[in-house]
C-alpha cells in the first residue's frame, strides 16, 4: 500500500558529496517521520537521519555536521544531504517512514530497498 524509492546512490570519492532522495507513494494520508538508516557489511542497521511531521530532526554522532536531512512534504519525498564524506560512510543506504494510510488506522512503518553509497578513491 505504500512503496519508498530511494535514489542517488553511487561512487563518490572521501571528501566528496551526495545527495540521496526517497519518494513515498501509495494510499498515504499522512507522514508521521521519514529517517535514512545505513547498513555497512558485517554491521547491524543504524539510523543516520530523521525528521518528523513538526520538522524535528535527529542525527547520528556519526554524521553530525555532515548530512542534512530535509522534506518536501507536497512531494512526499525526504531528502539527505551527504557532504565530506568518508570511506566509513560507505553502506547500503534505506529510506524509512511512519506513515498513516487510507486503508488502516494508525502508522506503521515502511522500509525503502535501499541505495548503494560506496566512497573509496
Known amino acids: 500500500q505504500v512503496q519508498l524509492v530511494e535514489s542517488g546512490g553511487g561512487l563518490v570519492q572521501p571528501g566528496g558529496s551526495l545527495r540521496l532522495s526517497c519518494a513515498a507513494s501509495?494510499?498515504?494520508?499522512?507522514?508521521?517521520?521519514m529517517g535514512w538508516y545505513r547498513q555497512a557489511p558485517g554491521k547491524q542497521r543504524e539510523l543516520v537521519a530523521l525528521?518528523?511531521?513538526?520538522?524535528?530532526?535527529n542525527y547520528a554522532d556519526s554524521v553530525m555536521g555532515r548530512f542534512t536531512i530535509s522534506r518536501d512534504n507536497a512531494k512526499k519525498t525526504v531528502y539527505l544531504q551527504m557532504s565530506s564524506l568518508k570511506p566509513e560512510d560507505t553502506a547500503v543506504y534505506y529510506c524509512?517512514?511512519?506513515?498513516?494510510?487510507?486503508?488502516?488506522?494508525?502508522?506503521?512503518?515502511?522500509w525503502g530497498k535501499g541505495t548503494l553509497v560506496t566512497v573509496s578513491s
Open positions: 525528521t518528523t511531521s513538526s520538522g524535528n530532526t
Open positions: 501509495g494510499r498515504i494520508s499522512s507522514i508521521y517521520a
Open positions: 524509512n517512514g511512519v506513515i498513516g494510510t487510507t486503508a488502516t488506522s494508525g502508522a506503521m512503518g515502511y
